[in-house]
C-alpha cells in the first residue's frame, strides 16, 4: 500500500480525484462543491509531504496561499455580490501576492530582470484569477477550464523539470475532473461559484508561477497556457451536460495541448536529443 501511495500519478492524480468526487458528492447540495479544488489539492500535499508551517520555501507558501483561498470564495459566494470590479481586483491581489511568494528568487537577478521576471509573474497570476473567476456562474465552463488549465500546467512543469509543481497542478486537474464528472453523472449543472473559480485560479496561476521561478518553464508556455479559459468561451453545443463537458474540454485540451508541445523541446536539450 505504502509503494502504492508513493506512485506520482496516485498521489497527483488518482488519490486526489477520488477525494475530491467524494467531496463534490457530499456538498453539491449544500453548494458547496467548489471545495473540491482544495479537497484534491490537500490530498496531493499531504501524500508529497512538501507543505511546512510557517512556509519557508517558494513551494510552501504557494500552497499555503491555495489552500487558504477557497476561504476567501465561500465569503464572497455568501455575504457579497461580486460585481464587474470584483474579479480584476482578486486577480491584483493574488498578483501582489505571488511577489512576496518569489521574492527571495527575484531578488537575487539583476534589476532589470527582477523587475521583468516580477512583472510577468504578477500578471500572469492575476489575469488567471481573474479570468478563472470571470467563469463562476457557467460551472461547466468553469469546470473544463480548471480541468485543462491543471492538467496542463502540470504536464508542462514535468516536461520542465519541475515534478512537483507538475503533481500538485495536476492534482488541481483532478479536482476539477471530479467536479465535472458529477455534473455529467446528474445530468444538470452544480454551482461552481467563488469558492471553485477563485479556488482554481488562484492554485493555477501560483503554481505556474512558481514553475517559471523555480525551473526552466518557458515563459511563451505559460502564456499559452493563460489562453486556456478564453478557450473555454467558445460555443457550447445545445446538447446535455455530456456533451456540453466534453465540447468545454477539447477547447481548452486543445490549448493545453499546444503548450506541452511548446515544452517538450525543453525535454529533448535536457536529454540531448
Do not use: H
Not at 496516485?10 to 477520488?18: D, E, K, M, T, W
Not at 517559471?212 to 502564456?223: D, F, I, K, R
Amino acid at each position: 500500500m505504502q509503494d502504492l501511495l508513493n506512485n506520482p500519478a496516485v498521489q497527483g492524480g488518482l488519490a486526489p480525484f477520488a477525494v475530491a468526487l467524494v467531496v463534490v458528492f457530499a456538498l453539491f447540495s449544500v453548494r458547496l462543491a467548489g471545495l473540491a479544488i482544495v479537497a484534491a489539492l490537500g490530498t496531493a500535499v499531504y501524500l508529497i509531504g512538501g507543505f511546512a508551517f510557517p512556509p519557508a520555501s517558494a513551494q510552501q507558501k504557494i500552497l499555503l496561499i491555495a489552500l487558504a483561498a477557497p476561504a476567501l470564495g465561500i465569503i464572497v459566494d455568501l455575504a457579497f455580490k461580486p460585481t464587474r470590479v470584483a474579479g480584476p481586483l482578486l486577480g491584483l491581489i493574488f498578483g501582489l501576492l505571488v511577489i512576496w511568494v518569489g521574492w527571495n528568487v527575484l531578488k537575487q537577478k539583476e534589476m532589470a530582470a527582477m523587475l521583468a521576471a516580477g512583472a510577468g509573474v504578477a500578471a500572469l497570476v492575476a489575469w488567471l484569477v481573474g479570468a478563472c473567476f470571470a467563469l463562476r456562474d457557467d460551472p461547466v465552463r468553469a469546470g473544463a477550464a480548471a480541468l485543462t488549465l491543471g492538467l496542463g500546467i502540470g504536464i508542462s512543469a514535468v516536461l520542465s523539470a519541475s515534478g512537483s509543481y507538475g503533481q500538485y497542478a495536476a492534482s488541481v486537474g483532478a479536482g476539477a475532473g471530479a467536479f465535472l464528472l458529477v455534473q455529467m453523472l446528474l445530468g444538470r449543472t452544480i454551482q461552481a461559484g467563488a469558492t471553485f473559480a477563485l479556488s482554481a485560479g488562484a492554485a493555477c496561476g501560483l503554481l505556474a508561477a512558481g514553475a517559471l521561478l523555480g525551473s526552466p518553464l518557458p515563459w511563451y508556455v505559460a502564456a499559452v497556457l493563460a489562453l486556456v479559459p478564453v478557450a473555454t468561451l467558445l460555443p457550447l453545443p445545445r446538447g446535455g451536460i455530456w456533451l456540453q463537458a466534453i465540447v468545454a474540454s477539447a477547447y481548452g485540451g486543445i490549448v493545453s495541448l499546444a503548450a506541452c508541445l511548446l515544452a517538450w523541446p525543453e525535454v529533448q536539450q535536457r536529454l540531448g536529443l
